[in-house]
């Protein structure tokens, strides 16, 4: 389903591709203005305490009490309802304003805003900062992660979704593709990580071939994980699963309050994402004794840029172990796309305009070498390939060495080793402003 400047340090991944700390400049580059990220320079005022072991205390929540039993059952029929409520409103309030290809269109393009194209923006500031072509080209590297989007079936249907998941949509991978994901893996030295993603993931039935197919390999394997669906009725093992693979899960909690997850991703998911992860650290997940790695995603509620990630993993921190006595490895901060319905969302409320100024106002040229789509190989549920999942979403296809776009798009059939790729051009439109806010987000 589905943003962190962490350089990748030997095999882990994540951390390149989910990157918030401070970007070092290079010596081409001097350090952009970014109004909305501020950190004092006077480091030699800043001070650090010495480590001390926090004492062990007892949970404050008190929806502890009986949360197993509010828990149980399928979160679908919810938000079904939910849902259906939702489009309702939009059948009344928008559609009848709004043709069918219009909206295609607008998901599919932010061209009729009044703002400046990215690739012209990207031009004007590599001459701002004396940045050479050759110094930051605009090209694949090496692949490191295949990023597989398994299917569009989710139990959940949060308004900041940039695939449009939900349980109505029924797209799944074939075991096909599957299978042809694996042989790629197989004959790609060169990558290391299979990044498995949704919809919910465990809810596809090719997801357990892929990890145990990814594991065989002897690749790390990422869970894009929204946590409730390892609640759902058939999945009661699932995480036992996980654990026994030793899956690194990625789980999306954009909050620690109940009223802000509820708002974002639908009634009933905060009480059902606590009760999960106390059943992943149950099994060892983010134990000091344990290899098993859970980080938390953080999203913004609405249209606005995520706080700094290192004060808000220390408050996160606090607030889990102190209320749900939780504990995770990391917390990483993700902008929301502008895109498909977080797009809508934007748009009815005559908020994307503002929030696409805002992503520009905040741009930061130093984030454009460390982009995830440079090392990153995104393969959609039906087998065609692109450079990224947000391009998957706006089918910008992958174009190939010879600069030419494919008409149909390539698939993983037409791929044999992911050397092929590199050297192609990257795809890139005005969505990629909010890859490159602030101190990144990809």
Known sequence: ???????????????????????????????????????????????????????????????????????????????????????????????????????????????????????????????KHTIKDEDMPIKKKSIEIIQANIGLYCNQACSHCHVESSPRRKEMMSKEVARKILDIMASSPSVHTLDITGGAPELCPEFRYLVEGGRALGKDVIDRCNLTSLLEPGQEDTARFLSDNGVHIVASLPCYSAKNVNTQRGQGVFDRSIQALLILNSLGYASQESQLKLDLIYNPLGGFVPPPQAPLEEKYRQEMRDLFSIEFNQLFTMTNMPIKRFNDFLHRRGELQGYMELLIRNYNINTMSELMCYNLLNVCWDGQIYDCDFNQQLELQLQGKDDQKHNKGMTVFELSCTDDLIGGDIAMDNHCFGCTAGMGSS
């Open 1 to 127: 389903m589905q943003l962190c400047a962490l350089r990748l340090l030997g095999r882990n991944v994540f951390q390149h591709e989910l990157r918030q700390c401070s970007t070092t400049p290079s010596s081409a580059t001097r350090t952009p203005d970014i109004p909305d990220y501020n950190t004092p320079v006077d480091t030699a005022s800043h001070k650090l305490t010495r480590p001390t072991k926090l004492p062990k205390k007892r949970p404050t929540w008190d929806g502890l009490t009986d949360l197993a039993k509010r828990t149980k059952g399928s979160l679908i029929p919810s938000t079904l309802q939910e849902f259906s409520e939702t489009m309702k409103v939009l059948k009344d309030d928008e559609r009848k304003k709004l043709l069918k290809e219009e909206r295609k269109k607008r998901q599919r393009t932010l061209d009729q805003l009044n703002i400046t194209d990215f690739l012209d923006y990207f031009m004007e500031q590599k001459h």
